[in-house]
């Protein structure tokens, strides 16, 4: 069956619906009917139907905890609803469990020695990104606090940086399953994954912090460095995109020489750096969001 696309309005194109269907389904004139758009096919199905689901089959052949979870993660993010999954050793459904654990909705089902099957049990028909990017800049805050307050706790640090990456999985799942396309949402999908690398240099830092002591110039270019961060995403309306570029240039000038001098050159000011070009590579998104919230 063939449809002819018909110009409408300004920027705009419509279709006729086959009669039949219409009258199928019991639709009237104003009614909302859902369209999905799957594989470069735009679906439409009557109001209340449930969205497709989406399901594909895999084989796992190690037990490497970073495989599997950035191998699940991109699946997760990727809007897949039901994944069949192979096991090539039994001893692989122990840490495929801890990955599925950090994965908001994800559920184990259908357990055997050689496979099993991962559902999603969670509907997600609206969100507030906003609320879970702020969620990500408070998570990091913490984190900096923590190696402030030179607190003895590399549990405590990884369960914050963990908490990161669940929320930027689920962020980038939510804009993929939704279609959040516009300026108002799709900026987040990017921001959040600044977030996250933000938050491995941070735990990184950490890490650096228990091995040595930090100097005072270096604590002093993280002290900076943090103030650079809580001022940049605090932003999200009151944009001035050359004011911080101006700060990020010192900043980054202080960093290069604090490396150049052989006597305090560290890993902290390697750290800061990545958070730094992490930080200022967020400007054009929150540029975008503070336009999309002015329209």
């Known amino acids: 069956m063939r449809r002819k696309i018909i110009k409408q309005g300004i920027g705009g194109n419509t279709i006729f619906l086959p009669i039949d269907w219409v009258r199928d389904n019991n639709l009237k ?4 009917i859902e369209l999905y758009e799957e594989d470069n ?10 969205r497709p689901i989406k399901q594909i089959k895999i084989k796992l052949e190690t ?14 993010r990727a809007g897949y609803d039901e994944i069949s999954v192979e096991l090539k050793e039994n001893k692989i459904i122990q840490t495929l469990q801890q990955v599925i654990d950090s994965l908001e909705g994800f559920e184990i089902f259908n357990i055997t020695k050689d496979s099993c099957t991962i559902k999603s049990i969670l509907s997600i028909n609206e969100i507030n990104l906003k609320s ?5 800049i408070y998570t990091i805050t913490a984190m900096q606090e923590t190696i402030q307050n030179k607190k003895n706790s590399k549990q405590e640090m990884f369960e914050l940086r963990n908490k990161i990456l669940k929320q930027r999985d689920f962020i980038c799942r939510s804009i993929t399953q939704l279609r959040l396309l516009e300026m108002k949402d799709f900026p987040y999908y990017e921001l959040s994954y600044n977030l996250w690398n933000i938050a491995r ?15 005072d110039k270096n604590k002093e270019i993280l002290e900076k460095t943090n103030k650079f961060f809580q001022e940049f995403y605090n932003r999200l309306q009151t944009h001035s995109h050359s004011d911080k ?14 490396m150049e001098n052989k006597n305090e050159a560290s890993m902290i000011a390697v750290y800061c750096v990545n958070i730094l070009m992490t930080i200022q590579s ?13 329209s």
């Open 132 to 136: 879970h990017f702020l969620k990500m």
């Open 282 to 294: 967020s400007n054009s998104q929150i540029l975008i969001l503070n336009l999309s919230s002015q």
């Open 245 to 258: 570029h101006i700060q990020y240039k010192t900043l980054m000038n202080e960093c290069i020489k604090l």
């Open 63 to 76: 037990a490497d905890y970073n495989i599997i979870r950035s191998y699940m993660g991109g699946l997760y």
């Open 201 to 215: 240099n941070y735990y990184n830092i950490y890490e650096a912090s228990t091995k040595k002591p930090i100097s």
């Open 41 to 50: 096919k735009l679906i439409l199905t009557p109001p209340n139907t449930k």
């Open 29 to 32: 004139v104003g009614e909302d």
